[in-house]
């Protein structure tokens, strides 16, 4: 073997790439058993490593926006899909076939593009996050609170599993740089060389701030030593190691934000209605075999428990063993192969003690785990296993106890919806769940009794079936994590996956105060009313408190009638005099909510070319105070939060619009969205 293929992997800590000392322990080529590289991280500084992130990654990300990390990320996506092929040729290694290799490289890249999609889309083009409405805290006015949400002041150290060595540091990294907190990257041994090119792909991109990712090949020695308070740890593997990670001294006395995400019994449930024949029943074979061969059943959402009505486990047990029986096994380079070998000998020696202990409650119907037929390699030398499918009673503990992490996966037979929710509960937390039934309310009674032990459930039938993702495809706008065994963490999630990263602090303060700390114009604030209208003003000019009043307009009875017939809108409170006043809200003829609106648009506006592009919406809108043919209208325009857009020559400015009678009563409050050029 070429000396380069036996490399000691690199870590890139504190500024540049580092290789730790000592000749390093062997990686294997899970495949023909080959010695693909060494690893070691013996003799680098952990602190240092955590300082570097602290000192200069964080401050770099910080000084960004949440669009202009959001940017970034989507170039760094677009960067590593052009590189693809690199990372797909070194997971080969791994065991992985081609499908394999893109769940892992394509499923992580698409989460920076999802990330980057939902950070331009639902957070501000600023660096402080505003959490919720502001809170009345006095009956003046002047004394008011408000959340707001900062980035740590520390690094997300992140210790992953070896099954998904590009998607399991891509899921966590794209959250917390979009948060604005650095990350440390600390992959599975087994397949670290894998992530090491992730990172080095990254880093050579030069597209994101130097300290925000670092990688540690190897052993994480004292690295949790080492984490503050303003530090997070998110952790994926086992959940005995997640326990004794959790209870660390530092992690502990700190009160670190801990995460984890750890090995689950993950159930899937055939409804009774889905019989031999119908598409229910087959998508449920289809599911249950691809999640048994996909990674080689290496998948933290992989199906381990599979629960059927009793009357059909025969039926199941047979076409679920049909399928299988065409699964090729061997070198997943080879087209014909659709599932590889597991990611090591050792792991394989794993899955077959635990399948040892399976079979002490059932029987195999499908596999022989000590003997495969494999295609193009050798069955000794890599680390292959037959699929096994097993059938049990789900009154026995094993089952819902051990997991073999591996092509493994157990049938049992339930016989009421009450039964199996409760089967599905032994499991004591999991990932992902699935239900296949065309009856609907077999799957909402099912969904609503194991919902609390899972964080995901998937109701697969024939009206979704084409567009599903699958049972264990996790999505980035979705909780990724689950309750009790599975970890008690969450991942990813959307927006609550930023959040996580950040400091949610209530600020208490004037109007005044708060407007200048979130960017946002507040009620009670000052506003300006200059000579030029607001609607004349570019986005380079238009400053939050920017305002105009204008009115008032006298509504009439002929407005009203006229309103009514024009839109068609005859609702009685707008047209029958008598009908009107036995309504105890309005008491007589009131005019449209949208007619007054419409008029509060036809006062504020400036109807000129201009700065202001469009309209594309109202939001928040409530009507307070009926308004009847005599009320005088004014309204309050006030530029309430300007967000530019990192990619146009415009950006989105929200108003305030605060309509009121002659009584200065509020009879309608709301706000406008409005498109507004950057310069004139």
Not at 152 to 167: C, S, T
Not at 276 to 282: H, I, K, R, S
């Amino acid at each position: 073997m070429a000396q380069e293929e036996s490399k000691v992997l690199r870590s890139y800590a504190s500024g540049g790439w580092q290789v730790g000392d000592g000749e390093g322990a062997p990686l294997h080529d899970a495949v023909t058993g080959a010695e693909v590289a060494r690893i070691s991280s013996a003799g680098i500084d952990m602190a240092a490593a955590l300082d570097h992130g602290r000192r200069v990654g964080g401050p770099a990300l910080r000084q960004l926006t949440f669009h202009q990390r959001a940017a970034l990320l989507k170039a760094l996506a677009s960067h590593l899909r052009e590189h693809r092929e690199e990372l797909y040729e070194l997971s080969t290694k791994t065991g992985a076939t081609a499908g394999d290799s893109k769940f892992d490289i394509d499923g992580g890249i698409g989460v920076l593009f999802a990330y980057s999609s939902k950070g331009r889309r639902e957070l501000p083009n600023d660096t402080v996050y505003v959490d919720g409405n502001v809170e009345p805290l006095s009956k003046g006015g002047t004394f008011l609170g408000q959340h707001v949400a900062t980035p740590l002041r520390g690094v997300a150290v992140q210790i992953n599993a070896f099954n998904f060595p590009a998607w399991g540091p891509l899921e966590k990294f794209a959250p917390a740089f979009l948060a604005g907190v650095p990350s440390l990257v600390k992959p599975a041994s087994q397949t670290a060389y894998v992530t090491e090119k992730l990172v080095e792909l990254i880093v050579d991109s030069g597209l994101i701030p130097e300290g925000t990712l670092q990688l540690i090949s190897g052993s994480a020695g004292d690295l949790l030593d080492h984490v503050t308070g303003q530090d997070l740890v998110s952790f994926t593997g086992s959940a005995s190691t997640a326990q004794k990670l959790r209870a660390h001294p530092a992690i502990v006395r700190n009160s670190v934000r801990f995460n984890a995400e750890a090995d689950s019994l993950n159930c899937s449930i055939l409804g009774p209605d889905a019989t031999p024949g119908t598409a229910e029943f087959d998508l449920y074979v289809k599911q249950l075999v691809t999640e048994m061969t996909v990674k080689a059943g290496q998948k933290c959402t992989a199906i381990r428990r599979a629960f059927v009505p009793a009357e059909l486990i025969d039926d199941v047990a047979e076409a679920v063993a049909e399928r299988l029986a065409k699964i090729k096994v061997g070198n997943p380079a080879n087209t014909d192969v659709r599932m590889g070998a597991l990611a090591s000998i050792e792991q394989r020696e794993e899955v077959r003690r635990s399948l040892k202990a399976l079979q002490g409650a059932g029987s195999i119907v499908f596999g022989d785990p000590d003997q495969v037929d494999v295609v193009d390699a050798d069955a000794e030398k890599g680390a292959f296993i037959s699929p096994v499918l097993l059938k049990a009673d789900a009154d026995r503990a094993e089952p819902h106890e051990v997991e073999a992490f591996g092509p493994v996966s157990t049938l049992m037979p339930y016989s009421s919806v009450e039964q199996v929710v409760d089967y599905a509960a032994r499991g004591n937390g999991s990932l992902a769940g699935s239900v296949v039934s065309g009856d609907v309310r077999f799957a909402r009674d099912v969904v609503l009794g194991a919902a609390p032990w899972h964080g995901r459930l998937l109701v697969l039938n024939a009206d979704d079936a084409k567009e599903s993702t699958g049972h264990g495809s996790p999505m980035p706008s979705l909780v990724h994590g689950g309750p009790g065994r599975a970890g008690g963490g969450e991942e990813m999630g959307g927006i609550r996956g930023v959040l996580h990263h950040m400091q949610r602090t209530a600020v208490q303060a004037s109007p005044e105060v708060l407007s200048q700390v979130t960017g946002r114009w507040v009620e009670g604030a000052p506003r300006s009313e200059g000579d030029v209208h607001p609607f004349r003003k570019s986005l380079a000019e238009l400053k939050v408190g920017d305002a105009v009043v204008a009115g008032p307009r006298t509504v009439t009875d002929a407005d009203v009638a006229h309103f009514a017939e024009f839109t068609g809108d005859t609702f009685y409170a707008h047209t029958d005099e008598d009908a009107a006043r036995e309504n105890p809200l309005f008491g007589g003829i009131v005019a449209h909510g949208y007619l007054v609106v419409s008029f509060a648009a036809g006062l504020f506006v400036s109807p000129e070319p201009g700065p202001v592009l469009a309209n594309y919406g109202l939001e928040n809108l409530r009507f307070l105070t009926p308004v009847k043919p005599g009320d005088e209208l004014t309204v309050t325009l006030t530029c309430k939060q300007i967000t530019p857009r990192e990619s146009a020559d415009y950006g989105e400015v929200r108003w305030d619009a605060d309509v009121t009678n002659q009584d200065h009563d509020s009879v309608a409050k709301y706000d406008v969205l409005t498109l507004v050029a950057k310069e004139k």
